[in-house]
């Protein structure tokens, strides 16, 4: 009873609630945790997997090409540039290569800096059925790519461990 006067007494007054309201805090903080540092890393984190997972399917995989029947409504991105109008003087060359270049941009700093740059260099073809590995005689890329690490890794430390051997052997 006594608690719902005071609540009364806190919104008739202004003065007196924010008094009572301060002291409120201090003898009773709120259980409230904070969340949202776990949330922001979530995010974060799906955001860089996303990144990673277009690179990686840049590098070794093939598109699987839309199908009318199968097509989803994915939301549109507008790519805006500053240099719109192409003139019929001398310098069309030119604002054709800024209107290019700041479409360039615009793609670079919505997937990042790898993903259209690997494009550009692999030009993955669509295929019919979902995503394919791209392969070279029969091997999928990323096999080949497994290999070669595996092997440079190992080459690696070979030349460490025997590096440390003649330090040692010399000391």
């Known amino acids: 009873m006594l608690l719902i006067f005071v609540v009364d007494l806190v919104r008739r007054s202004k003065v007196i609630g924010t008094k009572l309201s301060r002291l409120n805090k201090l003898a009773c903080p709120p259980l409230r945790l904070d969340w949202y540092w776990p949330y922001n890393l979530s995010v974060a984190l799906a955001y ?3 990144r990673i997972r277009l690179v990686l399917q840049v ?25 719109a109008k192409l003139s019929t003087s001398a310098g069309r060359e030119s604002c054709l290569l800024h209107l290019i270049g700041s479409l360039y941009d615009a793609l670079e700093k919505d997937y990042g800096t790898w993903a259209p740059r690997l494009y550009r260099a692999f030009r993955p073809e669509p295929v019919r059925s979902s995503w394919q590995w791209r392969r070279l005689c029969c091997l999928p890329y990323c096999v080949i790519w497994l290999m070669l690490f595996t092997c440079g890794l190992l080459l690696a430390l070979g030349v460490g461990f025997l590096l440390r051997a003649t330090a040692n052997a010399n000391a």
């Not at 590098?59 to 199968?70: I, T, Y």
Request: charged share 20%; with cysteine; net charge positive.
């Open 59 to 83: 590098l070794f995989c093939h598109p699987a090409a839309l199908n009318r029947d199968n097509t989803n409504a994915n939301p549109i991105r507008f790519y805006f540039s500053d240099h």
């Open 48 to 50: 860089r997997l996303a």
